[in-house]
């Protein structure tokens, strides 16, 4: 099993929609999540990070993070094709802050 | 100002040549981090620096895998005797510190091509 997975998709929604990216971790000392946005050939970039249960919104992104399920997901409302792109979850432990764990990524295409 | 800078952005070498990758982190972050990325795939950890010193050096592949830090700044990674299976994108991103909190920023990564 891996500590970090990622539906691999692809996943394909249509402009407009609500897209939902999930990820799930094994490491119950994870204190820290992230979700990275990268571009075909392009490096990530960090788009939500989030640390307590519950939900955090910013902009059209909410991150959604349950420890107890050991479960994070993204939602991307109102998807534009500019958001078409794979996402990576990326998990931190609180006891060795320099070693995240990074999904495969999810791909997502986002249809006009 | 910069954001984290990799050189080269390419590299092209026969199988069993060295190589050194260089990574220039944001100024002032004091953690710096290598990950590699091969097609399609996530990023695999390499190593990690909390300014000059590596506490976590666990990722690296195998002995023929090296990496410094000199100054608290640069940092160089590598790769002795290249294998093909060493082809792949290597990235480096910076922290302003080590923390479980404190988001990475990704350079744009250098491309090995091992022939």
């Known amino acids: 099993q891996k500590e970090v997975e990622q539906n691999s998709g692809p996943l394909s929604v249509p402009e407009g929609a609500i897209a939902s990216l999930n990820c799930t971790y094994s490491?119950?000392?994870?204190?820290?999540f992230f979700w990275y946005r990268q571009y075909s050939g392009k490096s990530p970039e960090l788009i939500m990070s989030i640390y307590s249960n519950g939900d955090k919104e910013d902009g059209r992104f909410t991150a959604q993070l349950n420890k107890a399920s050991q479960y994070v997901s993204l939602l991307i409302r109102d998807s534009q094709p500019s958001d078409s792109a794979t996402y990576l979850c990326?998990?931190?432990?609180?006891?060795?802050?320099?070693?995240?764990?990074f999904g495969d990524g999810t791909t997502l295409t986002v249809k006009p | 100002g910069a954001g984290v800078s990799q050189s080269p952005s390419n590299k092209v070498t026969e199988k069993g040549k060295d190589v050194e990758l260089r990574c220039d982190p944001i100024s002032g972050h004091t953690a710096l981090y290598w990950y590699r990325q091969s097609l399609g795939q996530g990023l695999e950890f390499l190593i990690y620096?909390?300014?000059?010193?590596?506490?976590?050096k666990s990722g690296l592949p195998s002995d023929r895998f090296s990496a410094e830090r000199t100054g608290g700044s640069v940092s160089t990674l590598t790769i002795q005797r290249t294998q093909q299976e060493d082809s792949a994108v290597y990235l480096c991103a910076s922290s302003l510190v080590p923390l479980s909190n404190q988001p990475q920023h990704f350079g744009d990564g250098t491309r090995l091509s091992i022939l």
């Open positions: 490491d119950r000392g994870s204190q820290s």
């Open positions: 620096f909390q300014g000059n010193s590596a506490p976590d």
């Open positions: 990326a998990v931190t432990p609180l006891t060795n802050a320099g070693k995240s764990t």
